[in-house]
């Protein structure tokens, strides 16, 4: 019996690829593992390869083996590691001591112990190549860079050897990241908020329409670690200082390696490039612009609103041609939150909130991401991270697997999961990333140029990459208004105040998705501090004629959630005012809709300071009121809303009070 009668693909390559899938699934099954140790696959791939482990299936999977008999397993060209590893020396050793005394990245190796020196030199040329250089890098590292690309059993057995030192804190292979979209459709230039479903008050959305009459992110700082920027007119009097932390020339295409210029020089690829992948000529994706646009592009008449459109945005590349680096990208988080680098002066506007829509893959998070994290949180900055797209679960997606970050998944105008997203205990919250058609997409900043930069335009991408922004945009508006929070804080504002996915089939989406609005009410709860807005008069206002019950600041707040039917359909609080506009002492019917059956709810003008007295929902949760606004307002717009006393749900609308 002939088995095999053609190749199954069109490359001897894609065979092996395909077999070395196949052995790792039986392997697990053998030894017990039936899920196949986690390996992303259908369920109908899972059917058929099963076969492969027993009877005739094995004959065909020993012939399918046997195909490809020039690849050997230990030559696969890993697309998850660089071929690169990177050393930490232990504080206080000779080593660690040099190594901090470097001023310039490249003179890492010449500073070392001449025994260190030696015995790196020795254990790469057991695996038979020869050092190129060793660069320095935050927290005393060392990236060890090599002649050629290892295999990756050969940088298994290097990083042991490199291991086996007692002053060495730890060793391990440098991973590659990559920006987490899907893909990439271009429009032309306009007023584009009407397709911005993700801001707005739908079950998709996150209310940033709401959530902007208390904050638009002022003073704030958000880093987005990416590809770097282009320039655009949603970035006019935006951008702050930058930096480029590409270290290797061939990723950063710009020929001058470590600077302080974020540029984005395109991250366009050929077809296999990067070894086996891409599989086919790759365009420039303007990631960072992209992701940057979607945390603060300028509110104005052209173009897209940002989620923080007041906020500023420190970009730092990290990603290039074939992605970035692990030691790169944990070097840029340490930049970003004011830490210090090796060869780049320190960032002058550390980050409060610093952006990863990025990852690779690893079954746990690499050190040197876990210690640059650690460290930037120290320094008071909030890290958000996207889940990764690979349908799969988030827990071997690197940084989302990383402690103290902020895990996003992905979740379509509907409120569903995303098809694409990873999920899984990791994950803390879901936030819009698109799920489908182009309407369905995230519309943010671009470029027209398939390559290099050239004419700004806007573009609809995918991805747990424009789901994080999301979050970070709203991270920025929390820190405006209460900026004394923690990144703990912000973390339990942002997780317990979302509101249901309305259908999560895979699991793992974490609290819920993304709700502007509510984040802020909750973070006001948790200070013991007033959700005031924007333009909210200062002076003292007249006693209310209905008295009502104050929040206590000095009360401890719960930051565990109430219990809740993860089952019902999401319904958030909605209100309507007959009269939007105002004269003194003139009362309006307010009616409100979506709160829980029989709770009281209480009425404020701008802020938790000018209560303007309370109802209570009826059997449908809706109520219907009459209030009158103190005539001690100043003349112009404000904001009235409703607060659910048990459910905590928020609704609120804008009026004008002529003061006639």
């Not at 938790?608 to 449908?620: H, I, K, N, Q, T």
Request: aromatic content about 6%; proline content about 6%.
């Amino acid at each position: 019996m002939t088995f095999l009668q053609k190749p199954l693909s069109d490359s001897p390559r894609k065979d092996y690829d395909l077999a070395n899938k196949i052995s790792q699934f039986c392997y697990y099954t053998q030894i017990g593992q039936i899920d196949g140790g986690g390996l992303s696959m259908s369920k109908y791939a899972y059917r058929t390869i099963a076969a492969a482990c027993t009877g005739a299936g094995a004959l065909l999977f020993s012939a399918l083996v046997a195909q490809p008999a020039a690849l050997a397993a230990d030559d696969k060209d890993s697309p998850v590691l660089s071929g690169e590893v990177v050393v930490k020396y232990k504080d206080g050793t000779e080593a660690a001591e040099a190594i901090e005394q470097t001023q310039s990245p490249g003179q890492a190796h010449e500073n070392l112990p001449t025994e260190e020196k030696e015995r790196i030199k020795e254990a790469v040329e057991d695996e038979g190549a020869e050092l190129t250089d060793a660069k320095a890098h935050a927290d005393g590292a060392v990236t060890i860079s090599l002649d050629k690309k290892l295999s990756e059993s050969d940088i298994d057995s290097l990083v042991g050897k490199l291991q086996d030192n007692k002053d060495v804190e730890f060793v391990e292979p440098v991973y590659i990241a990559q920006p987490f979209q899907v893909n990439r459709e271009e429009v032309d230039r306009g007023k584009y908020t009407s397709y911005q479903w993700s801001l707005r008050n739908g079950i998709g959305g996150i209310n940033a329409d709401e959530a902007w009459h208390f904050s638009k992110g002022k003073d704030v700082t958000v880093a987005v670690l990416d590809t770097g920027i282009v320039d655009h007119p949603e970035f006019t009097g935006k951008l702050l200082q930058g930096a480029d932390m590409i270290s290797n020339s061939f990723r950063s295409r710009d020929g001058d390696g470590r600077d302080m210029d974020p540029r984005d020089e395109g991250d366009w690829m050929h077809a296999y490039e990067c070894g086996y992948w891409p599989k086919q000529d790759r365009p420039s994706s303007w990631h960072g612009t992209h992701v940057s646009g979607i945390v603060g592009a300028t509110q104005d008449e052209q173009g897209i609103d940002g989620v923080a459109p007041e906020a500023k945005i420190v970009p730092v590349r990290v990603l290039g041609r074939c992605g970035g680096t692990s030691t790169d990208i944990a070097d840029g988080i340490t930049w970003a939150s004011g830490g210090d680098v090796p060869g780049l002066a320190r960032n002058q506007n550390p980050a409060k909130v610093i952006n990863l829509s990025l990852g690779g893959d690893a079954y746990q998070c690499p050190q040197i991401y876990q210690n640059a994290i650690d460290a930037a949180i120290q320094r008071g900055a909030t890290i958000v991270v996207a889940a990764g797209n690979e349908h799969a679960n988030a827990r071997e997606t690197t940084p989302a697997n990383c402690r103290g970050v902020i895990t996003v998944g992905a979740t379509g105008a509907h409120g569903e999961q995303s098809a694409y997203s990873n999920f899984g205990d990791v994950v803390d919250l879901s936030a819009p990333g698109g799920n489908g058609s182009r309407q369905n997409q995230i519309l943010s900043a671009g470029n027209m140029s398939r390559t290099t930069p050239t004419e700004a335009n806007y573009i609809w991408q995918q991805g747990t990459s424009q789901a994080t922004p999301h979050v970070s945009g709203v991270a920025a508006l929390m820190l405006s208004k209460f900026p004394q929070m923690t990144p703990e804080q912000v973390r339990q504002s942002l997780v317990n105040s979302t509101k249901p996915v309305q259908s999560c089939p895979r699991g793992g989406c974490g609290r819920g998705i993304l709700d502007a609005p509510a984040a802020l009410q909750y973070a006001s709860r948790l200070v013991g501090q007033p959700l005031t807005t924007i333009d909210e008069a200062t002076q003292p206002t007249q006693p209310v004629d209905v008295p009502v019950a104050q929040p206590d600041p000095t009360q401890p707040v719960d930051v565990q959630p109430a219990p809740r039917d993860e089952h019902r359909a999401a319904e958030r609080a909605r209100m309507s005012i007959d009269n939007w506009v105002l004269d003194a002492g003139q009362s309006t019917t307010v009616r409100g809709m979506g709160f829980e059956p029989g709770e009281e709810v209480v009425a404020y003008v701008d802020s938790f300071s000018r209560p303007l007295g309370s109802s209570y929902a009826d059997s449908r949760g809706e109520l219907y009121a009459e209030f009158a606004p103190s005539q001690s307002l100043k003349v112009g717009y404000h904001v009235m809303f409703l607060t659910g006393k048990t459910s905590g749900k928020v609704a609120g609308a804008r009026f004008y009070y002529s003061g006639n």
